[in-house]
C-alpha cells in the first residue's frame, strides 16, 4: 500500500526555520512528480512546490527564494527547508504524489502541522 | 496565475439529493481540472482527474464535467459520507492553483 508520512512540523518564532520530511513507502519518490501543499487553519488548499522526477523544482511566489524541496533518493524521502518563517506560514503542510506526472495528486500523507508564532 | 472559482461556498443538501458544484478557470485549462474531497481533520482525496475521469475506488455516483473554463462536479444520490468539502485543482500549469471550496452541509 502507497503510503506518505510527513513529520518535522512544530512551533516555531517568526524569522526562524523548520525543516519538513515525508518519508514514502510502496513506490520511489525520485520517480515520481512530488508536491508539498498547505492548509492554514480553516482556510483553502494552496500548492507550495513540486519536484519533478528530473530534479527540476518550482514554488509558489509566497514562498519562492525562502523555501525549498529536496529528496534524498537513498531513505526514498522527500523535503521542505523552511526559511525566514512566517505568521502567514502557519499551516497544516501535506505531501502529495503526482499521479502521472500530470499534476493530480493520487495520494497524500496525513499533514503535520507548522505553527510560526513568537 | 490561473485563478480557480467555485461555487456555491457553500450547500445545504439532503441525503438521496443530486447536487452539483460549479469551477470557472480564469482562463483555458482544457480538461487538466481535478476535483477533490476532504473531510475535517483529514487529508484531501482524488475524486475526478482530468474533468470527467473516475478515480479508482471511488462511487459511481461522483461524476465531472466540463472543459476549457467551466467545469462541474455531480453527485447523484447523495449519501451521508459525501458531507464535507469539495475542491477543484488546476493542473495546467504551475502555480497549481485550487477553488476555494464547497462546503457541503447536511439540510
Known amino acids: 500500500e502507497v503510503l506518505l508520512a510527513e513529520s518535522g512540523g512544530g512551533l516555531v518564532q517568526p524569522g526562524g526555520s523548520l525543516r519538513l520530511s515525508c518519508a514514502a513507502s510502496?513506490?520511489?519518490?525520485?520517480?515520481?512528480?512530488m508536491s508539498w501543499v498547505r492548509q492554514a487553519p480553516g482556510k483553502g488548499l494552496e500548492w507550495v512546490s513540486v519536484?519533478?522526477?528530473?530534479?527540476?523544482?518550482f514554488y509558489a511566489d509566497s514562498v519562492k527564494g525562502r523555501f525549498t524541496i529536496s529528496r534524498d533518493n537513498s531513505k526514498n524521502t522527500l523535503y521542505l527547508q523552511m526559511n525566514s518563517l512566517r505568521a502567514e506560514d502557519t499551516a497544516v503542510y501535506y505531501c502529495?504524489?503526482?499521479?502521472?506526472?500530470?499534476?493530480?495528486?493520487?495520494?497524500w500523507g496525513q499533514g503535520t502541522l507548522v505553527t510560526v508564532s513568537s | 496565475d490561473i485563478q480557480m472559482t467555485q461555487s456555491p461556498s457553500s450547500l445545504s443538501a439532503s441525503v438521496g439529493d443530486r447536487v452539483t458544484i460549479t469551477c470557472r478557470a480564469s482562463?483555458?485549462?482544457?480538461?487538466?481540472l481535478n476535483w477533490y474531497q476532504q473531510k475535517p481533520g483529514k487529508a484531501p482525496n482524488l475524486l475526478i482527474y482530468?474533468?470527467?475521469s473516475l478515480q479508482s475506488g471511488v462511487p459511481s455516483r461522483f461524476s465531472g464535467s466540463g472543459s476549457e473554463t467551466d467545469f462541474t462536479l455531480t453527485i447523484s444520490s447523495l449519501q451521508p459520507e459525501d458531507f464535507a468539502t469539495y475542491y477543484c485543482?488546476?493542473?495546467?500549469?504551475?502555480?497549481?492553483?485550487f477553488g476555494q471550496g464547497t462546503k457541503l452541509e447536511i439540510k
Open positions: 482562463q483555458s485549462i482544457s480538461n487538466y
Open positions: 510502496e513506490f520511489t519518490v525520485s520517480s515520481n512528480y
Open positions: 502529495a504524489r503526482d499521479r502521472y506526472g500530470d499534476s493530480t495528486f493520487d495520494y
Open positions: 485543482q488546476q493542473s495546467a500549469g504551475t502555480p497549481y492553483t
Open positions: 482530468a474533468a470527467s
Open positions: 519536484i519533478y522526477s528530473g530534479g527540476s523544482t
